[in-house]
């Protein structure tokens, strides 16, 4: 049997619980970063919170919890030297639980569950609450046990997680608590399509990422200009590109924007992935929709042909807010309008047609040039 797999779980047990478990080649990252930035780690116990079976663990300095007992019964059989304690690690959180001195080294390592409450993928299984310290309670499991190890105060972090924790400010702000006291010092980051059962048609990206203790902590801007690393090697940093949701409304804006000035109507955005799964130009005002001036229309069509280039997007940009180089777009947005107006005949009710050719050339120009070399062909 293979304990990298969670085959005592059904599909929506795990959704649930948020366990997907990890594939060994990144525990063997996580060792590796782990070895690189810490001088004499054999000197730190190793504590993995939501261990599972156990895979992060091994030695008699490794202590892991876990509340699935059944998952905990195989990680007994795996190595009987851990010491391992059934419960629920959200709740009254201390270092006692596990036995640990004030003064005694820690390292927590691991794979998080997550579970984002408010997403609409899998949200008709999601149904279990789990009972949370009134201090860690968020709207995603993941974000929650990040807030945990900061009460347990390890000297260093290294565990993998949704790179959206960071990089989305509203999931950054969620962690001020931790943040304030840890900073992030290395990771690489993977894809969610390396995980079993997980999807592969909209894959997301997780960091393995190394934290380590810091009175100064880090702020957001010091994560817009950190420079994320992949496992293939590539490299960007959030400062890189600039954002739509600068431009436009993101959400619905009944509240300050007159029916009688708008000119059409746009589904709610969240980031690049969400935007593959929705639609963009509606017909008709819906609770969810977004009412657009003829002013701001240039901007929302340019969304709606971005949908079409996300095939040539890496998946480490699938949490991200949709790219624009505004200078450039300025120069060619009247492309933009034609090209979206074209695609949807119940928008040139109120917009007309211009007529360029060459259309698709000076996009597809564009395209290629705001991604640069992670342009994927």
Known sequence: MNLREAKHLDFEKSVNLGSFYTPEHFVDTVYEIIAKNVENSSDYVFLDTSCGYGNFLSGENSIGADIDGEALSFA????????????????????????????????????????????????????????????????????????????????????????????KKTNFDALKNFTKNYVLKDGVIVSSGDFLKTSKTTQFPIIIAFYEKSSSGMDYSYIKKYGFKTKDGRKFAINDFDS?????????????????????YFYTMRDINALKRTRTFLEKETNNSIRILSEKLPYYCYIDIFKDYIKNIPYYFGNSDVFINAEEFEKIKDY??????????????????VGFKNTDFVINDYFRNLFGEHYVD
Do not use: M, W
Request: hydrophobic share 30%; proline share 4%; charged share 25%.
């Open 336 to 353: 933009f309008v034609e090209k979206s107006v074209s695609k949807h005949v119940f928008l040139q009710k109120n917009i007309k047609k």
């Open 244 to 264: 739509v949701g600068n431009y436009v409304s993101k959400y619905p804006n009944f509240n300050y924007v007159n029916k009688d000035r708008t000119v059409a």
């Open 76 to 167: 007994r059989k795996q190595n009987e030297k851990i010491k391992l304690f059934n419960h629920n690690s959200l709740k009254n959180v201390c270092r006692q639980n596990y036995n640990l001195e004030e003064n005694s080294r820690i390292i927590i390592v691991g794979n998080p569950p997550y579970n984002d409450s408010t997403s609409q993928i899998r949200n008709s299984i999601k149904s279990e609450k789990v009972d949370i310290d009134f201090d860690l309670k968020t709207r995603d499991l993941g974000l929650s046990f990040l807030l945990s190890y900061n009460k347990l105060q390890p000297n260093f972090i290294c565990v993998l997680h949704p790179l959206s924790y960071l990089i």
